[in-house]
């Protein structure tokens, strides 16, 4: 079986891509997805719509198509990783983990122990809290290989 894994969250750091190598290199069956991870990319995403004035119908406009791509593989994927970052409050981060949780989606948080109090309650649904991209991949090692 080859599992799909959604990569939600913080797009400032290299994280993603620590998961994908490192899941490479113990060979795991898993293809990756995400959201687009290019910011000024997601925030136009709308335009192709038309121009806005406002720059509230601009970010609902590309908010809305954003979301085409971003429902859908949260509804595909077996397991999401939601990573929570410090230097900005990722709050689509959090609807991902809410939408996972309405879902019965398993996921697994990705965050500091300093950002642990406001994200009680996104993590007191997910499977499990993570500290490091090693720490999953090691989560991923006995979810996929693990035999009876």
Same mark, same amino acid.
């Given at each position: $079986?080859?599992?799909?894994?959604?990569?939600?969250?913080?797009?400032?750091? @290299?994280?993603?891509?620590? *998961? &994908?190598?490192?899941? +490479?290199?113990?060979?795991?069956?898993?293809?990756?997805?995400?959201?687009?991870?290019?910011?000024?990319? =997601?925030? =136009?995403?709308?335009? *192709?719509?038309?121009?806005? +004035? =406002? !720059?509230?119908?601009? @970010?609902?406009?590309?908010?809305?198509?954003? !979301? &085409?791509?971003?429902?859908?593989?949260?509804? +595909?994927?077996?397991?999401?990783?939601?990573?929570?970052? !410090?230097?900005?409050?990722?709050?689509?981060?959090?609807?991902?983990?809410?939408?996972?949780?309405?879902?019965?989606? %398993?996921? &697994?948080?990705?965050?500091?122990? @300093?950002?642990?109090? %406001?994200?009680?309650?996104?993590?007191? =649904?997910? $499977?499990?809290?993570? +500290?490091?991209?090693?720490?999953? &991949?090691? $989560?991923?090692?006995?979810?996929? !290989?693990?035999?009876?």
């Amino acid at each position: $079986m080859e599992w799909k894994v959604y990569l939600s969250g913080e797009i400032h750091t @290299d994280w993603r891509q620590q *998961l &994908i190598q490192g899941c +490479q290199a113990n060979n795991l069956p898993v293809k990756f997805t995400s959201a687009v991870t290019d910011h000024e990319a =997601s925030d =136009s995403a709308g335009d *192709l719509l038309g121009a806005e +004035q =406002s !720059n509230f119908w601009r @970010d609902h406009k590309s908010a809305k198509v954003n !979301n &085409i791509r971003t429902k859908t593989l949260i509804e +595909q994927c077996d397991i999401a990783v939601v990573r929570f970052g !410090n230097k900005y409050k990722q709050w689509n981060a959090a609807f991902d983990a809410g939408y996972c949780a309405a879902l019965g989606k %398993p996921y &697994i948080t990705l965050h500091d122990e @300093d950002i642990i109090h %406001p994200l009680k309650e996104v993590d007191a =649904s997910a $499977m499990a809290w993570t +500290q490091t991209p090693e720490q999953v &991949i090691e $989560m991923l090692k006995y979810v996929v !290989n693990s035999e009876f």
